[in-house]
């Protein structure tokens, strides 16, 4: 497997030093994220999120398939992210490395596990029929705090999506194209995000966000906490690495809930934006055949 | 969806890759990423050249059989003309990644359509040869690709090029064909039933579109050839417009 | 003959004109980056840049930009010390391609007893003695015909930061302002702050300051010149505002 450069001393004892005295090497604060940007495709479920040099796509897809047979009024949800070497060269298809096997279990337990998606909604004919919606993260460019990043783009790709309409009719599903009818919504509940804080110094008493990756190769531990605008926690993990006095870790959750608000309020104004766009000649609302339902 | 929308590239989209390009056409959205010459792995490393690794990721799902063979055909005609004897046991490695295929509105998407893999080729090729320049990969010559499909309206057999994805499904036969700056044939692929004639159409249709002359005045200014052939774009004069932007912006201080 | 030089957008395997090439019976054409030769007498460019035709120094060369070195003979570079071998040290040049070798006595007045003891992980500042296709790249860090370290051996303290070969190349030319184009480390000094710099040949450059702030200040004015374009007007209002963001 190619290794990847570790970073040399003089860059480990400059970017502790540095951080000691309250400065990061690209001048942010300690607090702040790097420039936040996402683009939806022209296609329904494709969400582009750049995070300074870090940039993901995630596309989000749907297609009818057989429920699990023990759980049969439940549909299929997926999350891969399959690492390349267009991210880095540093990582092999096929060869899941410490980082995306890290990667792909916090977006399960965040975006999964937390019930962000209503799989029961996916059902379409007990125990026969029900949607399978997988989400493929695929990174394009590595520069830190990929956690972040991914979640994300998974939420707002999830978010943007539209399925296929479906009827059923004495038993007969039918599918609509969609030139015959508009794509539905998925049935979401809340949206979660991730808030990674990196750590440093030997007391382990320096806490930023948004590592970038020179920051990243140098931190001695890390904290991921995944949770929604209301504070709801979906979990926290903080996985070895230098010890945190607990004081720290409450604070920095309480950060990172002003975050997570500003991430949802972001993504919101990004979705409303699309659907303007694409609504032009306002006829969005004829075409719905939804409910109004209350999301979180 | 029409196969007559101009073609776009922007060169260096991912700041840590070494070239990088992304390039859409015809509905199709493609980013590929160039790293190299690296040190190969011991199983890849040859000792007079370099390896080409190519992988093309898809938008939805994992690669399967469809991106391996993709994977190798590229790999092959990209071999040809990348001077890898520049880098013995070193490592060319190249990342496709599909982002958007044009969408069919009449038929439910993963519906697996039997040709699908041609018409995406030109695409992929594309991306590849500007990221390669992207990346300042010394190479032999550039190269251009097209996609030809021979259809049955009534009758006649009429050859399309860059043929939409319902034209696809009716389709006698699909070829792509690939060419370099210096004309050669490079790649040539075909699915399908058609005549050893049919095949001669098809070459000298792709070959009409991929090498059209460019003439040059005492080797600066270049003379842009205004007929469109087929209502084609060119593609040649399509890279060389977008690198000659990139080496403007890269040597403006010059 | 032309006695001007002249340049021209060239992709590889583009043909060029032979009356451009120019011809003198003393001295032979010297073909710079970015071409090749095919005997007896094509000249092929291989990358896409700008052809660049000196009649006066009899060569010829194609200018472009890039971000993965390759080694050559005489580029002073920054390395990173890998690990130690019994008579060398391995030295990391370009990342995720092989190691060069530095032998142990290549520092100034090295003896087996009183060589210098680096540390994996330790940067270094040397010039490339060997680099071809077949072998790794040996390094020096003393000049081989006066014995001197002249500024080559181990970096200490400061920052390194990732930059274009070109603007590696561009930072160590002679008369960087009127030929490079680049004011920004004269308008960084100009605004009183003390440093001082390395510029590796493979795309680093090592910034040294006894206040972590301004070695900041420098790397991001730099990068951004770097990853920017940026012009000399541009680089006067990026390190103002620099200056300003950091007070």
Redesign the interface.
Known sequence: MPREAEPSLNEKTFVLQALQEKLRLDGREFDQYRPLELTFGEEYGVAEVSLGKTKVLAKASAEVTVPYPDRPLDGVFQISTELSPMASPAFEVNRPTETEVLLSRLLEKTVRRSGALDTESLCLVAGQKCWSVRVDVHVLSHDGNLIDACCFAVVAALRHFKKADTSIEGGVLTVYTPAEREPVPLGWLHSPFCVTWSVFGEEGDIAILDATRAEEQVRVGSCTISLNRHGEICQIAKLGGTAVEAIALLNCTGIALTKAKELSSYLDGKLAEDAKRRDKSGRAELLTAENDRVTG | MTANTAPEAALGVLPKADGSAKYSHAGYTITASVNGPLEAQRKDEHPNEAHVDVIVRPAAGVGATRERHLESVLQSSLSQIILVKNFPRGLIQIVLQIEETPENDYVNTKLVQASVNFPIMPALFQTCILALLSAAVPMRATATASVVAIVLEGEKKKTVVDPTPKQLQTAQSVHVLAFTSHDELLLAESEGDFTVQEWDEIYETAKGICCRPQTRKSGAEMVLDEADVAGQADMRQFIRSTMEGKVAADLHWK | METQS?S??V????A??P??IPTTKTKPLRLGP?L?HIPPSEI?P??????IVDPRKNSMWV??????Y?PSQNDLIIG?IARNAADFYYV?IS????NATLPHLSFESATKKTRPQL?????IYARVTLAN??MDAELECVSSTTGKAEGLGP??????FDISL?FAR?LLMAKSKDE???QVLELLGEEGLAFETAVGRNGKV?VGSDS??I??IV??ALKETD?G?L?VDAQKKLVKR?MR??R
Not at chain 3, 46 to 51: A, D, P, Q
Not at chain 3, 63 to 68: A, G, W
Request: proline residues 6%; glycine residues 18%.
């Open positions: 002249q021209f957008v992709l590889p395997g583009d060029i004109d009356s451009i970015g090749r092929v291989t990358v896409s840049g700008k052809l200018e472009y930009n890039s971000h993965r390759i990173q990391n990342p995720y391609n092989s540390a994996p992980g330790q940067l296709k077949h970096i200490t303290g400061g920052m390194v070109g561009r490079g184009g680049l090592w972590p702030k070695v900041i790397g991001r990853e374009d012009g620099l963001d950091m």
